[in-house]
């Protein structure tokens, strides 16, 4: 009924930059807040950023001032734009997002399936 698909993982040197981004499909009805939530093997997923739909913005201490979130309503997509990517930036990126669709009556939170983003130094 709903589908996130991110897009834009890859390889990225250490000091450089990558986007990545996050549409949502399907019967929707609204969309509140999307992040982006990263997860390596043997460890918890745990919070990258998140974006209200009005635009206030959430960071992780550890990527405030390199990583920024964005986000098009008209477009259901949120973005992440990741420069300076350390190496530790390696595991893989979740896209979330609350939403209603027509067949339900409050929000539900949606997962991507994951784009794997690796730095090399």
């Known amino acids: 009924q709903v589908q996130l698909a991110e897009s834009g993982g890859g390889l990225v040197q250490a000091g450089g930059s990558l986007r990545l981004s996050c549409t949502a499909s399907?019967?929707?009805?609204?969309?509140?807040?999307m992040g982006w939530y990263r997860q390596a093997p043997g460890k918890q997923r745990a919070l990258v950023a998140t974006?209200?739909?009005?635009?206030?913005?959430n960071y992780a201490d550890s990527v405030k001032g390199r990583f920024t979130i964005t986000r098009d309503n008209a477009k259901k997509t949120v973005y992440l734009e990741m420069s300076n990517p350390k190496p530790e930036a390696t595991p893989v990126y979740y896209c979330?997002?609350?939403?209603?669709?027509?067949?339900?009556?409050?929000?539900?939170?949606?997962w991507g399936q994951g784009t794997l983003v690796t730095v090399s130094s």
């Open positions: 974006i209200t739909k009005d635009g206030t913005t």
């Open positions: 979330n997002a609350e939403i209603r669709t027509w067949t339900q009556g409050g929000s539900l939170a949606f």
């Open positions: 399907g019967i929707i009805r609204s969309i509140g807040a």
